[in-house]
């Protein structure tokens, strides 16, 4: 579509027609303006999967790895797959705009969403970003590089001012967003902090780099609430204010129009930028040039042309059933027996084989792992993420999923007729029960699995009522004149003694058991952040003494008072033994059986969205189960189940250590593959894991400095004298590597790229895949630069015995710095050493080239 036809359809708009574009519809919809054939644009959260435009759990989603999992594989052609995979998703449910992808850094492995984040790595985070734009857009959807820019904590992350030198930020924290834009992302969301003294939403950074030096020709989004002013905002690069109706904009936008203090013309380019983003997704009446892809809003009518990928999941009518063992986070888990028309054969397939793809093994003595299934009796599968793994971080890029294999599952299923599998979770993570589920509750009024959720007036007369399938509502029915929102069940307790009951939520909150009333009690909210307002509530507990299969009926019940949130819960929980009966049981079984596979990791209360962790530590005893278990048997495997790094300090006495990640509904069976080697652990560290982080995530009088500047994650480990756990970059298969020759040009041009040509040959006795890494380094410098750096990677495939040459492009920007005095990129000639190998610390091969002198412009 052309600037002149943009033009066009803005002159046919007055000021208060155009300035309300500006402000969404609702939470997940901008407005339409039928007079030139404008329709609504509908957005949704991403990247675990694509929610669509509210909290129901009746409306399951395709669950996929973390984008810690995505950058764990190195591959970015698989990564684009599963964007196309997450454009059908999108088209299935009528979005337009996918808010992703996540593309801050891991600064410091305290973040607590670092889960959504790809990497430390500015050229990893940037390449796979924008594989999975690449991805999602050939669907003719919009992608999301979020969250622009130096969102990369969580603690005050709505207030606090980030203080970066202009050096860092281009090489580091913006990097990644540039090769988003060169992808040709539709869309960007400023973050809620500041920069340097600015909040987002009215930062210089919008205007340029962004729009200006990149040619970003797509539409800046606010995160949700981040735009809080009105003239500054406007006059900056922001483009639209969401969520809406409400927000700064509307009618005192319209004012500052009209005395000067916003231009119009600034006005006109925001709505020109949202008319082309319609075209491009199909809510634009109008031609679209050939080549660019678009579908209607209506999930019924949609034309996109996908990936095959996409396309493959959008035709696919095999369903399975749902896994008995769901193992998404309580909060989020599915429903047993529900399974959504999109959960498909080739779609779990391929969120199979990416589990796969983005397990790490960390260590494999012996070598323990792969383990032949024709030589086991009897498997021992352990530890509190066994059987209720998390699949997913917690916070806004929550999905359901219609299905989900716990590893406890996904091994029994490969065992089933081989070897007895036995299970103890070992220890106890959760200090709150979990939400009502159709596993342990019924609605009183149908007797259905699940719970009776019912809004009423000020009288306490019904006005709405609903069955749902889990005692979380994040987002009842919006009902005119309903004053509260209660929850009802029969809870049939499978055994007796004292249970655990709990009820969350914002304002006065009521729960009652058998009409005898628990909790009352009114909870002023003291936080401002959208993730913790409607997410996730503060719980108030009870205990209740129940017999064995006798019913008892549960109510909640939270006035909706203004400002309260949408969240509403309802839990319960059953009586539990005592941690040491527990550990005990555990370690007999792992005596008895001749292979232990303990999986451990984190909860929601210490990785999610909206707070920043403490400590690296796992949760609870669980350091203190994986000993005893590897003590009592020869043969464990311990797998982690977290986001992001936790510390291992028993790492030297397991055999074999695995990272799985939030590896999606997939896990139990990709797992097993893993194990017993149907697949090989394709995964690479795409953080440093350690044992403690260099720098903080908090604050001081609302500020944050990275004083750090370029030294993070691998590069600040690489500056000290003790070595991390575990270097960027390292992942062990099921052969060996060796390295045996690189070739590098002699010469290297400022203003193009290198390629480095490196020889290895596979000496296992499988074949195998390996991620080739090259790094750059510079000892002899005017400039002050890291030790080394990642500057490419290429993936190598060979079988046992086999040699093969892989190239790995250098991209010219790996050899540039940037200079705030020139405010440009420049080159520093000399001779520059490439190194290649299997991590930022494992580097064999090494070649000099030598950069010419760059022509000054």
């Given at each position: ?44 959260d991403?990247?675990a ?19 810690t ?37 891991h ?9 959504e ?21 050939a ?24 203080r ?47 729009k ?27 483009d ?109 397939a ?29 498997v021992?599968v ?17 999905v ?79 009902i ?81 008072d ?12 059953p ?143 690489l ?77 190598a ?61």
């Open positions: 579509m052309s600037i002149e036809e943009l033009d066009r359809l803005v002159e046919k708009l007055d000021l208060e027609q155009k300035v309300r574009l500006l402000t969404g519809a609702s939470v997940w919809r901008t407005r339409a303006e039928p007079a030139i054939g404008l329709r609504a644009v509908v957005v949704s991403g990247p999967g694509v929610r669509g435009e509210g909290w129901d759990e009746r409306s399951t989603s395709l669950t996929l790895p973390s984008a999992a995505l950058a764990a594989t190195w591959d970015d052609d698989l990564v684009e797959g599963l964007g196309g995979l997450l454009a059908a998703e999108a088209r299935r449910k009528g979005v337009h705009v996918l808010l992703a992808p996540t593309l801050n850094l600064r410091s492995p305290l973040g607590g969403r670092h889960f984040c790809y990497s430390e790595d500015p050229l990893l985070t940037g390449r796979i970003g924008a594989a999975c734009v690449r991805g999602v857009q669907g003719g959807v919009a992608a999301t590089a979020k969250h622009y820019v130096a969102n990369d904590s969580e603690t005050e992350r709505l207030t606090l001012d980030a970066v030198d202009e050096r860092t930020l281009r090489e580091l924290y913006l990097a990644p967003f540039e090769a988003a834009v060169e992808a040709g992302v539709w869309v960007v969301m400023s973050a809620y902090n500041g920069v340097n003294g600015t909040t987002m939403s009215e930062n210089p950074l919008l205007a340029d780099p962004l200006a030096e990149w040619g970003f020709d797509g539409v800046v989004v606010s995160d949700w609430g981040g735009v809080r002013s009105t003239a500054p905002a406007a006059r900056a690069a922001q639209l204010a969401m969520p809406g109706p409400r927000s700064p904009w509307g009618e005192a936008l319209v004012a500052a129009v009209r005395t000067g203090e916003v231009p119009e013309a600034a006005i006109d380019d925001k709505v020109r930028r949202l008319l082309l983003l319609a075209a491009r997704v199909g809510a634009l009446d109008l031609r679209i040039p050939p080549g660019v892809p678009a579908f209607s809003a209506e999930p019924a009518t949609a034309t996109a042309t996908a990936t095959a990928t996409a396309t493959a999941t959008a035709t696919a009518t095999d369903e399975p059933a749902s896994s008995p063992g769901l193992t998404a986070p309580p909060d989020l888990a599915a429903p047993p027996g529900l399974a959504g028309r999109e959960d498909r054969g080739p779609a779990r391929l969120l199979r084989r990416a589990v796969a793809a983005s397990t790490v093994l960390l260590r494999n003595e012996g070598p323990l792992l792969p383990v032949e299934p024709a030589r086991l009796r009897r021992a352990l530890g509190p993420n066994a059987a209720t793994a998390r699949i997913q971080g917690g916070g806004s890029a929550g359901y999923p219609a299905s989900a294999v716990s590893p406890l599952d996904g091994i029994r299923e490969a065992l089933s007729g081989i070897a007895e599998v036995v299970h103890s979770p070992g220890v106890h993570l959760a200090d709150r029960p979990a939400p009502l589920h159709t596993g342990n509750a019924r609605n009183p009024r149908t007797g259905e699995p699940g719970v009776l959720v019912r809004l009423l007036d000020a009288s306490g007369a019904e006005l709405h009522a609903e069955h749902r399938l889990t005692g979380r509502i994040l987002e009842p029915a919006r005119d004149g309903a004053a509260a929102v209660e929850i009802r069940a029969l809870l049939t307790p499978d055994a007796g003694g004292p249970w655990d009951l709990a009820v969350a939520g914002w304002g006065r909150v009521v729960l009652e058991a058998d009409g005898r009333v628990l909790v009352d009690e009114e909870v002023e909210r003291d936080t401002d952040d959208p993730a913790t307002v409607h997410l996730s509530p503060p719980y108030r507990h009870a205990r209740l003494t129940t017999a064995a299969g006798r019913d008892v009926e549960l109510v909640s019940r939270r006035r909706l203004p400002g309260s949130g949408t969240a509403s819960v309802l839990a319960a929980g009586p539990r033994g005592g941690d040491e009966a527990e550990l005990a049981a555990a370690v007999g079984l792992a005596r008895s059986c001749d292979l232990a596979v303990v999986v451990v990791g984190t909860t929601e209360e210490v990785e999610s969205e909206g707070f920043d962790r403490e400590s690296l530590d796992l949760p609870g005893r669980q350091d203190e189960l994986v000993r005893a278990v590897a003590g009592a048997c020869p043969a464990t495997v311990v797998v982690v189940n977290s986001g992001g790094p936790v510390a291992l300090p028993w790492r030297e006495e397991a055999p074999a250590v695995l990272l799985s990640w939030f590896p999606g509904q997939e896990y139990g069976h990709g797992l097993a593959d893993v194990l017993f080697g149907r697949a090989e652990p394709g995964g690479r560290l795409p953080t440093t894991w350690a044992d403690r982080a260099l720098v903080s995530t908090v604050p001081e009088a609302g500020t944050l400095a990275y004083a750090e500047g370029l030294e993070i994650g691998h590069r600040a480990w500056r000290r004298s003790e070595s991390p756990a575990y270097w960027f970059g390292h992942g062990l298969g099921y052969t060996s590597w060796s390295y045996e020759g690189i070739a590098v040009p002699g010469e290297a041009a400022p203003g193009g790229p290198l390629r480095v040509r490196v020889r290895l040959r596979n000496t296992g006795g499988r074949a195998g895949r390996e991620t080739v890494q090259v790094y750059l380094s510079r000892p002899e410098t005017g400039v002050t630069r890291p030790v080394r750096w990642l500057a490419g990677y290429a993936p495939e060979a079988g046992p015995g086999e040699a093969v040459e892989v190239a790995v492009d250098v991209p010219a920007r790996a050899f540039l710095h940037w200079s705030a005095g020139d405010r440009a990129w420049r080159a520093e000639a000399g001779a520059f050493t490439v190194l290649a190998g299997r991590s930022a610390a494992d580097l064999p091969l090494s070649a000099v080239t030598v950069l010419s002198a760059e022509p000054r412009r």
